[in-house]
């Protein structure tokens, strides 16, 4: 691995050490989605928002399938000009936000690649018959093999891009109001995290929101606009509320997956560094992801007047009562959690860290149970 102690990025140049930082992911990907499950047995999360978040982490893992494939033979003789992953060594762990941007403009232009290009079949026989006939590796046919493979990745869809568009699923009505339920996510571009938003919004406009040509262009776009790593949750909720007069965000949710830490690959500062260090998992052992949820509640309703002769209802959102912080983090609660295999639990238990004693652990066992302590 090419690390620039200068810079906070990394080219994974090493075909071995690519191909390790792609298996694990494919294992953490996996383990999110019995984290959310866990939760949603706990009652932290509702069923359709872990249907919700099980989607988007599914998307995560086939983008990281892509880029495995895209970058399969990255370290081997295949071109001057091929290059490596760039992965965001300090922030998150992840791969920086200009690869899936680049992903984004292969996928645009998928059908023009793949119709230049052999079939994988096609491949293979020559493949076989360098070997046989020249008694050489196909490095180059190798090569060949992984972008066919890539853009097929990439012609399958269901990949997690930078931007994310909102969904929207009905819930249930109440009385003339109808109750939806809103998704979305954005790959931060400044951090390097993906990062996903659920909002329960409730509709007393004439037409159903989804229906409705006017509003729904606009939500969705005032939405994105929004989608800021930066702003909180109030500043959100509250600009959404003023803009539309007859939608009326009624809770707000925000999950930071990431950042990912690993001995191997990342040089993040403090306490979660130094249990991974010595700890000195095991290959596909040595990472631990940091999870953050944030939550917005309404807590009540007030009319404001609107024009001469009519008024609208504004939301009152509950802020964190506890210590004044609800100022500082315009949210009614937010909860850092962190997801490890069993032997960085274990140095993390015993150090004892300044912290994480609030922290919520979930942790993975060998066999991919997951533990909540």
Same mark, same amino acid.
């Given at each position: ?104 403009? @292969?996928? !645009?232009?998928? *059908? /023009?690649? $793949? ?9 293979? %026989?020559?493949?076989? +018959? ?52 809103? @998704?979305? !996510?954005?790959? *931060? /571009?400044? $951090? ?9 919004? %409730?509709?007393?406009? +004439? ?58 690959? /990342? ?107």
């Amino acid at each position: 691995m090419d690390i620039d102690p200068t810079h906070e990025h990394a080219g994974l140049t090493d075909t071995f050490a690519s191909r390790r930082y792609f298996a694990k992911w494919e294992a953490i990907t996996a383990h999110l989605a019995r984290v959310a499950g866990v939760m949603e047995a706990e009652g932290r999360l509702s069923r359709e928002e872990v249907k919700v978040l099980t989607r988007h982490v599914a998307r995560l893992t086939f983008t990281f399938k892509a880029l495995s494939m895209k970058y399969l033979m990255v370290g081997r003789e295949v071109g001057k000009f091929f290059g490596s992953l760039s992965m965001d060594t300090v922030e998150s762990g992840f791969p920086v936000a200009a690869e899936i941007m680049t992903m984004a403009n @292969d996928a !645009a232009q998928v *059908d /023009t690649h $793949l119709s230049g290009m052999p079939s994988a079949q096609a491949l293979k %026989e020559q493949m076989v +018959r360098k070997i046989v006939s020249d008694c050489e590796v196909p490095t180059r046919l190798q090569f060949a093999l992984s972008q066919r493979l890539y853009y097929e990745e990439l012609v399958k869809g269901d990949l997690f891009w930078v931007q994310n568009h909102p969904r929207i699923e009905w819930l249930r009505n109440d009385g003339e109001r109808r109750r939806y339920l809103l @998704d979305w !996510a954005v790959y *931060d /571009t400044q $951090l390097n995290l993906p990062t996903v938003y659920v909002m329960e919004l %409730e509709d007393t406009g +004439r037409i159903a929101l989804p229906q409705d040509g006017r509003r729904w262009p606009e939500a969705q776009m005032h939405l994105n606009a929004q989608s800021l790593g930066e702003l909180k949750l109030l500043t959100i909720a509250k600009g959404f509320d003023e803009a539309f007069h007859d939608l009326h965000p009624k809770r707000l949710k925000r999950f930071h997956i990431g950042p990912m830490y690993s001995h191997a690959y /990342t040089r993040q500062h403090g306490p979660l560094r130094d249990v991974l260090a010595e700890a000195n998992s095991p290959q596909g052992q040595d990472w631990a992801l940091a999870w953050t949820v944030e939550e917005l509640e309404s807590e009540r309703v007030v009319e404001e007047r609107a024009g001469w002769f009519s008024t609208v209802e504004r939301e009152v959102f509950a802020l964190d009562p506890f210590s004044g912080r609800g100022v500082d983090t315009g949210a009614t609660r937010m909860e850092r959690a962190i997801i490890l295999p069993q032997r960085p639990f274990q140095v993390l238990a015993e150090k004892n860290p300044p912290g994480f004693a609030s922290v919520r652990k979930f942790v993975v066992s060998p066999a991919g149970r997951v533990l909540s302590y």
